[in-house]
């Protein structure tokens, strides 16, 4: 179906989310059974619940400049980015210089959401959603697990 997969369960569905972001690369940007390309790419939602607030950053190029957003981007090829996991966590570093353990991402996918586009219907993107909470230190970068 084009809405994806229905899940009799709460239990369910986080089942399947927690394998997705498990789930080896085979490549970022490939060919599907259909002959359609797709890219894969990751998107991570930070958040510091202690103090009630969410981490942005500003968009400097590319679509969308001058937006704040979350963090994330394609994903590279499996020896960089073996799973989704990996890549957001390379990600939020590259762009943000925050390093969060790879079980933090494991942990926080949320989901993935697929984007297909009228004029380029030989396209789509696969978008891996993380949600990780963190405590950002006064003192700099440092990052505890919240």
Known sequence: SMLGVSHS???????????SARQP????????GNGK????SA??????????QILLGK????FGTGKYNGFGGRLES??????????AKREL???????VPLHAFEKGSVGVLTFTFEDKMDFSMVVHLFHVDVRLEESGNDVTMA
């Open 9 to 19: 369960n709460l239990a369910s569905f986080q089942n399947a989310i927690a394998k």
């Open 43 to 52: 998107l991570i939602i930070l958040t510091n619940s202690q103090k009630r």
């Open 25 to 32: 690369i085979k490549k970022p940007t490939s060919k599907n």
């Open 78 to 87: 499996p020896e960089i980015d073996p799973t989704p996991a990996h890549g």
């Open 37 to 40: 390309t797709v890219e894969l």
């Open 59 to 62: 968009k400097l190029r590319g």
């Open 93 to 99: 570093m590259e762009e943000a210089n925050i390093s």
